[in-house]
């Protein structure tokens, strides 16, 4: 479950604008030993007889006959693991001048742990600790408590003095008339990570891409879509995916990319998502392992 934003009107001085730029759910493992000690037990059984006399002393002089048998039951020592499982969300976000991961763990069914929708949000540290504050699926306001598991610095480029037309930000954006040759770029790329081939069109402070699928997945629905605009010395943008298993289910993400080194010869970058080798969870929608930031590199196709 994610929870949506709350109405920027209510900000106070004392808030942090925050964006949230995208979320993976994961779990968490954990085994626990529970250890008990051994014990013993012994149990008798018999009859005996009993003569005897007290003396004027009062001494008491006793003899009997009689057999008892015992025996005594041994219970060793003993230990059980349990794989304790909790559902874990890491969250992108990101400030005016900070971008971060955020995290918590869903320890109970009634945690008020949750996702994030992308978009904007108030955030506040509190008594040192990170809360956002956003709407449950009732509608009740509420401050939600996370970990910040990391943080870097980012800085935020002034816009240029001179107005620049921009493009439609939409992959089906019209050719530019005035470079038809797709600026001078080449039009289909490799990546050199993951073997994937992309055709890319360059429009103005724009670029747009699309990852080339088989005629099945592409049937099925399945599609990756990249939009980025310029922005200082790189470009930043999205990654637009859908998923679709062999059953037919189907899994959509949106996470962040930034090329920051685009020649006609080589393009370098990294983006939010997870490893090659990850499985997809698709009742959950999450992948194992998570999605973390990787480096990248695509050479065009001559």
């Not at 709350?6 to 604008?17: F, G, I, K, Y």
């Not at 025996?71 to 794989?83: A, C, E, G, K, R």
């Not at 009732?138 to 990391?150: H, M, T």
């Not at 020649?263 to 929608?285: Q, Y």
Request: glycine fraction near 8%; proline fraction near 7%.
């Amino acid at each position: 479950m994610a929870l949506i934003c709350v109405p920027m009107a209510r900000t106070q001085e004392d808030n942090l604008h925050l964006t949230v730029l995208g979320y993976q759910w994961t779990t968490s493992h954990r085994t626990m030993t529970f250890s008990w000690p051994g014990s013993a037990n012994t149990s008798c059984s018999g009859n005996a007889s009993l003569n005897g006399y007290v003396s004027g002393g009062g001494n008491f002089s006793a003899n009997g006959s009689g057999s008892s048998t015992c025996s005594t039951t041994y219970t060793p020592p003993s230990n059980q693991n349990i794989d304790i499982r909790k559902p874990v969300v890491f969250i992108l976000a990101e400030t005016e001048n900070s971008r971060m991961v955020l995290t918590c763990t869903r320890n109970v069914r009634w945690s008020q742990c949750h996702a994030l929708n992308p978009g904007p949000f108030l955030a506040r540290n509190d008594k040192g600790n990170f809360e956002v504050q956003a709407l449950s699926g009732k509608g009740k306001e509420e401050w939600i408590k996370y970990d910040i598991v990391q943080q870097t610095a980012i800085s935020k480029q002034l816009p240029p003095a001179e107005p620049v037309k921009e493009v439609a930000a939409s992959i089906e954006a019209p050719k530019s008339e005035t470079t038809g040759t797709n600026s001078g770029f080449p039009a289909r790329w490799k990546s050199m990570t993951s073997g994937t081939i992309r055709t890319l069109r360059f429009e103005s402070e724009y670029i747009y891409g699309e990852a080339v699928l088989s005629e099945p997945a592409a049937k099925a629905g399945a599609f990756s879509l990249m939009e980025v605009k310029k922005d200082g010395d790189k470009y930043a943008g999205k990654v637009n995916t859908r998923l679709v298993s062999q059953d037919g289910k189907s899994c959509s993400f949106s996470s962040p990319i930034e090329l920051t080194l685009v020649t006609p010869e080589r393009i370098e970058g990294r983006g939010f998502m997870p490893p090659p080798n990850a499985k997809v969870d698709w009742n959950a929608c999450t992948f194992t392992p998570t999605a973390d930031w990787q480096t990248f590199a695509w050479i065009p196709i001559r």
